[in-house]
């Protein structure tokens, strides 16, 4: 049976609570109801309130009590409704829950579920992809799935991690995409990317649900006998470099592609991060494909010239495949 | 000041009492002054120093209640929760100092230190943020089932801050274990306490969340100890946090480099009659648990062990800058 993105994501956090005791989840109107996204519908009445802990609005308590039991022992697994409000627990992330095992040797097991990504118009704050915020933080590792075996498996692996995980999940994709999962326990590795798709002539590096465009676009690209290669970095931090360079090794072209703004973005540490590696393997300018430096606007016209997408892609990589 | 002798304490347990507050407030004065007035002058302090003078009896008078299993979070003007805790006053030197043996090995300076096996989770520069924090671990004490309870320190400054309302709501709406203590110094930086909220104690904010609010003189190191057990008795039960305010005053600067101009000479004559140490010392003295005498050596004690933790921590090696990547992740 075919299991979505979002089923995946359920499947790997009810399987970790039925393996390890200490592992618990909190977060706003994710027991009796369930989560904003219906993730944790029937998590309560199975597990009990103890183990899932409805709490008031209140992201910086949620992530500051997570942290607070995460120096316990325990393994919290906390919910932002949106990825947007992630900013208002913001210092405890960055400040706080990054630079204790640093600082003083202590341990923060801690898994923060931040639900991402635009796409179904939900206007400026229920649809950023504010991942490159933690990227930068030292001490956090960032992960963002874009299948639902990787979002199952990285759910797990980020629950086991003895570091804080910021798990960035696209929302777009919950109900979007299916897939068979194998059966029994599994975990994917975190700080390790995927090559999607094998291809010779350019590289599409991306994340996240732009893995599904990048994909789409290397299809149509085929037919006009461009071999293109897709990664799918699946973790932000830590970055598989190994794994980006021996693709643009390979095909000697690199597009960049994310579904965050621009400036800041993923991409220019990339861009950085090949200039410094693979320079002279390069046939041609290292490009970029994301969205522009602006909010996320609502009105359909509006968001859709916003997105990345498909033709956006194709049309970029035709003009470094001829470059 | 009360007569009657706390619940379960006669005279002798009282003046042994009396004697454990005066050592560690004596040691918290002594180190502080070290650091504050002769090792940051000499230059050996690396960084910025905020120390608690005048307001030892809150450290001391509630870290004692604690039991092994609760576990500290001390704000910056807390010392004496580590001295009480077990932690060396070598170990707190060489903090301050930048040394590999000190409790961050030079990661992080003054009192922005945490050990974990000594029950203690180390601050960060944004006030009240381990407020909440303090919720998360009396959340995880009841999750394991341990007999224990958060300690949660701040002073009146940090209660201006979301954290703190956020956190103490987030205890009170779980009904946690968690004793929040006030240093009420009345100054927050430059800052007045009138500047800093509109309500005249930071006990008045504990109708909002429905959670005890008690008031004690945090000049009174046993005031603090006896007010401390009701509050820990009560976190204890499971009937939720309890606010504990103890007033004070910051007889220094924020920090070493201010002079403090802003604050009226008048508050720091008013309140220099009320030094805590001072204060216990007399009442030692007229309720015969100690002679003069007596005072006099121990003084002279705490005087040779800080001597001793200062020389310690000065043969301790600057760490190694080869070591400045690691521990930022879990090695494998």
């Known amino acids: 049976m075919s299991t979505t993105y979002l089923e995946a994501i359920r499947q790997g956090m009810w399987e970790e609570m039925e393996r390890d005791p200490n592992v618990f989840l909190l977060g706003e109107d994710i027991g009796v109801y369930g989560g904003a996204f219906k993730v944790t519908a029937g998590f309560f009445e199975h597990f009990g309130e103890k183990r899932v802990v409805d709490t008031p609005i209140s992201e910086a308590a949620i992530v500051g009590a997570a942290i607070g039991a995460g120096l316990m022992g325990l393994r919290p697994v906390a919910e932002m409704q949106f990825a947007d409000f992630i900013s208002c627990g913001f210092d405890q992330i960055v400040n706080f829950a990054a630079k204790c095992r640093y600082r003083w040797g202590a341990a923060v097991p801690l898994v923060v579920r931040a639900p991402s990504g635009g796409g179904i118009h939900g206007g400026p704050f229920h649809s950023q992809n504010p991942e490159m915020w933690f990227v930068r933080t030292p001490g956090l590792k960032v992960v963002a799935p874009a299948t639902a075996y990787d979002a199952k498996g990285l759910i797990k692996a980020a629950i086991r991690d003895n570091d804080p995980v910021i798990f960035f999940e696209h929302k777009g994709l919950y109900r979007r995409i299916k897939e068979d999962l194998p059966a029994g326990d599994y975990t994917v590795p975190i700080g390790v990317a995927k090559v999607a798709r094998e291809g010779r002539d350019l590289s599409i590096i991306t994340y996240g649900a732009m893995v599904w465009t990048a994909l789409e676009a290397a299809g149509r690209l085929a037919e006009e006998g461009v071999s293109v290669e897709v990664v799918d970095l699946r973790t932000l931090v830590p970055l598989d470099r190994e794994t980006v360079c021996a693709s643009v090794k390979k095909t000697s072209k690199a597009l960049l592609l994310h579904e965050d703004t621009r400036t800041g973005g993923m991409a220019g540490e990339l861009a950085a991060t090949l200039t410094e590696a693979v320079f002279e393997y390069l046939d041609g300018p290292i490009v970029r494909v994301t969205a522009p430096d602006t909010p996320v606007p609502y009105s359909p016209p509006l968001e859709e010239a916003f997105l990345p997408n498909v033709e956006r892609v194709v049309e970029k990589a035709r003009w470094l495949r001829r470059y | ?332």
């Open chain 2, 1 to 332: 000041m009360s007569t009657t002798p706390a619940i379960g304490m006669d005279r002798q347990p009282r003046a042994a009492l009396a004697e454990r507050c005066l050592y560690y407030m004596s040691m918290m004065r002594e180190i502080e002054d070290r650091i504050e007035r002769k090792l940051y002058r000499q230059g050996k302090i690396v960084g910025g120093v905020y120390v608690g003078r005048g307001q030892e009896a809150i450290s001391v008078g509630t870290a004692l209640v604690a039991r092994p299993d609760d576990v500290m979070l001390p704000a910056h003007r807390d010392l004496a929760v580590f001295l009480i805790r077990g932690v060396s006053a070598g170990r707190i030197f060489a903090q301050y100092m930048g040394r590999e043996g000190g409790v961050t090995r030079g990661r992080d300076g003054n009192m922005h230190m945490g050990d974990l096996k000594h029950g203690i989770v180390a601050i960060i520069s944004a006030l009240a943020a381990t407020v909440p924090v303090a919720a998360g671990v009396a959340l995880a004490l009841r999750y394991t089932g341990i007999d224990g309870v958060a300690f949660s320190y701040f002073g009146d400054g940090a209660t201006s801050r979301g954290d703190w309302h956020e956190g103490v709501n987030f205890a009170a709406v779980h009904k946690l274990g968690v004793v929040f203590i006030c240093n009420n110094n009345q100054y927050a930086y430059s800052t007045p306490l009138s500047a800093q909220m509109a309500c005249a104690n930071v006990a008045d904010r504990g109708p909002a969340y429905n959670i005890p609010a008690e008031i004690v003189d945090g000049n009174d190191v046993l005031a603090v100890y006896e007010a401390t057990e009701r509050a820990r008795a009560y976190a204890r039960s499971g009937q939720g946090p309890y606010l504990l305010e103890c007033k004070t005053f910051r007889m220094t600067g924020h920090s070493a480099h201010d002079a403090a101009h802003y604050v009226p000479q008048g508050l720091f004559d008013e309140w220099g009659k009320m030094d805590p140490i001072t204060r216990l010392e007399t009442r030692m003295l007229a309720e015969g648990w100690a002679g003069q005498d007596a005072l006099d050596r121990a003084r002279a004690a705490v005087h040779r062990e800080v001597d001793g933790a200062v020389a310690w921590a000065e043969q301790s090696p600057f760490p190694d800058p080869a070591t400045l990547e690691e521990d930022v992740y879990e090695s494998h």
